[in-house]
Structures are given as structure tokens and as C-alpha cells.
């Protein structure tokens, strides 16, 4: 599985909106979870935002930091998903990784390359 991040990253100031994208090279609906990971300077890379997709329902799941400001959500027929940010502030500037879950016995992770994503105040 290959995870293509078409940018959407970039420079913001604080309160300002962008969205990331990531395309999957496989059917979205072979991937069990997809979701946004972001990584500080100095900081441990932590969950941002994951959808778990089933067929049916979906569902979704987000760091508390994030909650009311970002939205994820998938774009089946394009095997993307992406990332809504809304009012952005500062603590939000990290790289941004996509990844995909699948579950295969054991969880396999893969991951797209980082988008950078700075907020100013």
C-alpha cells in the first residue's frame, strides 16, 4: 500500500483554514482504519484524526485538541481521505503523516511522506 500525500500543507496564520489530502494506491475499502498523524518538534508523534471504514458506517475518531476544528472524512471513488482543518493555531504546526491500517493477523502500518503544516500567531 502506497499513500500519496497531495499536499494541502503549508503556512497559516492562527484562525485560518487547510486541508490535507491522501490517496491510497489500493481500494480505501481493503484499508481498515485511515487516519492523520502529526509529529512537533521535540514531541512524540500522536493520533490527530482516524476514520474507520466498514462499508456502511463510519467511524470517526479525534485527538481532544482537535475536536469542533478538524474533520476527516473519505472520498471513496478517489481512494482519499482527507483533513479539514479549521481555525488553526499555533500549537498546531507539526508534520503531518497519513496512515493506513490494515489488519492481516497483525496490524500493518504504512504511512505517506509528512506534510509540513505551520501555523503563525
Known amino acids: 500500500v502506497q499513500l500519496q500525500a497531495c499536499g494541502g500543507g503549508g503556512l497559516v496564520q492562527a484562525g485560518g483554514s487547510l486541508t490535507l489530502s491522501c490517496a491510497a494506491s489500493v481500494s480505501i475499502f481493503s484499508i481498515d482504519v485511515m487516519g492523520w498523524y502529526r509529529q512537533a518538534p521535540g514531541k512524540q508523534r500522536e493520533m490527530v484524526a482516524t476514520i474507520r471504514i466498514t462499508g456502511t458506517v463510519d467511524y470517526v475518531n479525534y485527538v481532544d485538541s482537535v475536536k469542533g476544528r478538524f474533520t476527516i472524512s473519505k472520498e471513496s471513488a478517489k481512494n482519499t481521505v482527507y483533513l479539514q482543518m479549521n481555525s488553526l493555531e499555533p500549537e498546531d504546526t507539526a508534520v503531518y503523516y497519513c496512515?493506513?491500517?490494515?489488519?492481516?493477523?497483525?496490524?500493518?502500518?504504512?504511512w505517506g511522506q509528512g506534510t509540513q503544516v505551520t501555523v503563525s500567531s
Open positions: 496512515n493506513a491500517r490494515i489488519l492481516r493477523g497483525l496490524w500493518e502500518d504504512y
